[in-house]
């Protein structure tokens, strides 16, 4: 998934070892299905044969509709079809390869709009068929929804406790080694390793989307992934960063990068909408919260709003 995940278990016995390597084998197993880098992945043949119908695993054709449901529920801020202007505007080999080259040439490229609509989904034989031109990027759920499914998975093996962090969407529940709640570390967006703020959580999930974490040279100047449906250009909303506290990482994962594209006002009103909290940080690093944010704050930040 093109980032960096830590998982930890809390288990009375000597477990462990046969239930982490278990995540270990289910988190390829997901990166095999998912990935738009591999040729052969679910989510490649999905796209390879936009307009005829495909037929793909349970979980593949779960997080395809629940990016359907999203991109409903934040009135198309969040849009799982944006492949072709990523691609256009230089996102398109993995983040490691497009870091190291030389400034990329972007090309105007649109994708579908308002093709999710027309996405025939049949749950009975796990067959997805998508209109002709439309094209699947999970980025914005997919690091959230394995979390989610991890956490299921090592809740079924008999664990006490969990906490799984899939590139910064992190998944918790259940008591701690030490007791108590998980502390989960929110990163300043303008100074790398350092805190912006700490939240405990006893079950839930914590997600940030930021514009400063994902960039890259241009001939016409950086660029970062997280574009706006409206114009498929990286979002110019006035926010560099949204934290949200949800139930399950794949949902807020898919608010906060849609708090981020919509800005501070219409972020807001999806947020509260979906009856989340969150913390937003604009580009002058001033930092607002929202719903009931402040009520999970450890170590709490200078909060203007």
């Given at each position: 998934?093109?980032?960096?995940?830590?998982?930890?278990v809390?288990?009375?016995?000597?477990r462990?070892?046969?239930?982490?390597?278990?995540?270990?084998?289910?988190m390829?197993?997901?990166?095999?299905?998912?990935s738009?880098?591999?040729?052969?992945?679910?989510?490649?043949?999905?796209?390879?044969?936009?307009?005829?119908?495909?037929?793909?695993?349970p979980?593949?054709?779960?997080?395809?509709?629940?990016a359907?449901?999203?991109?409903?529920?934040?009135?198309?801020?969040?849009d799982p079809?944006?492949?072709?202007?990523?691609?256009?505007?230089?996102?398109d080999?993995?983040f490691?390869?497009?870091?190291?080259?030389?400034?990329?040439?972007?090309?105007?490229?649109t994708?579908?709009q308002?093709?999710?609509?027309?996405?025939?989904?049949?749950?009975?034989?796990?067959?997805?068929?998508?209109?002709?031109?439309?094209?699947?990027d999970?980025?914005?759920?997919?690091?959230?929804?394995?979390?989610?499914?991890?956490?299921?998975?090592?809740?079924?093996?008999?664990?006490s406790?969990?906490?799984?962090?899939?590139?910064?969407?992190?998944?918790?529940?259940?008591?701690t080694?030490?007791?108590?709640?998980?502390?989960?570390?929110?990163?300043?967006?303008?100074?790398?390793?350092?805190?912006?703020?700490?939240?405990?959580?006893?079950?839930?999930s914590?997600?940030?989307s930021?514009r400063?974490?994902?960039?890259?040279?241009?001939?016409?100047g950086?660029?970062?992934?997280?574009?706006?449906?409206?114009?498929?250009?990286?979002?110019?909303?006035?926010?560099?960063?949204?934290?949200?506290?949800?139930a399950?990482?794949?949902?807020?994962?898919?608010?906060?990068k849609?708090?981020?594209?919509?800005g501070a006002?219409?972020?807001a009103?999806?947020?509260?909408?979906?009856?989340?909290?969150?913390?937003?940080v604009?580009?002058g690093?001033?930092?607002?919260?929202?719903?009931?944010?402040?009520?999970?704050?450890?170590?709490?930040?200078?909060l203007?709003g």
């Amino acid at each position: 998934m093109g980032s960096d995940c830590f998982v930890r278990v809390v288990v009375d016995d000597d477990r462990a070892g046969p239930i982490l390597e278990r995540v270990v084998e289910k988190m390829a197993e997901l990166e095999q299905r998912w990935s738009r880098f591999i040729p052969d992945s679910e989510l490649s043949q999905l796209n390879d044969h936009a307009g005829a119908p495909v037929f793909v695993s349970p979980e593949t054709f779960a997080i395809i509709s629940l990016a359907i449901d999203a991109w409903r529920a934040t009135d198309g801020h969040f849009d799982p079809t944006l492949l072709d202007a990523l691609r256009g505007s230089g996102y398109d080999k993995t983040f490691d390869d497009i870091a190291a080259r030389a400034p990329f040439e972007a090309v105007e490229a649109t994708s579908l709009q308002g093709g999710l609509n027309d996405v025939d989904l049949d749950a009975r034989s796990f067959v997805i068929q998508t209109p002709p031109g439309l094209h699947f990027d999970l980025g914005g759920i997919g690091k959230g929804y394995a979390a989610d499914c991890l956490f299921t998975q090592v809740t079924e093996d008999g664990v006490s406790g969990a906490c799984l962090d899939f590139g910064g969407d992190v998944r918790v529940g259940g008591a701690t080694a030490e007791g108590g709640g998980w502390p989960i570390v929110i990163d300043d967006p303008f100074h790398p390793g350092e805190d912006l703020a700490v939240l405990g959580l006893g079950d839930g999930s914590v997600t940030t989307s930021s514009r400063l974490r994902r960039t890259w040279s241009t001939t016409s100047g950086k660029a970062h992934h997280l574009l706006d449906p409206a114009t498929s250009q990286p979002s110019q909303s006035g926010l560099a960063s949204v934290t949200v506290i949800a139930a399950h990482a794949a949902w807020g994962e898919v608010h906060a990068k849609a708090a981020l594209i919509a800005g501070a006002q219409e972020g807001a009103a999806l947020i509260e909408r979906a009856g989340l909290s969150a913390m937003f940080v604009a580009d002058g690093g001033e930092t607002i919260p929202v719903g009931h944010f402040e009520a999970f704050l450890i170590e709490r930040p200078t909060l203007e709003g």
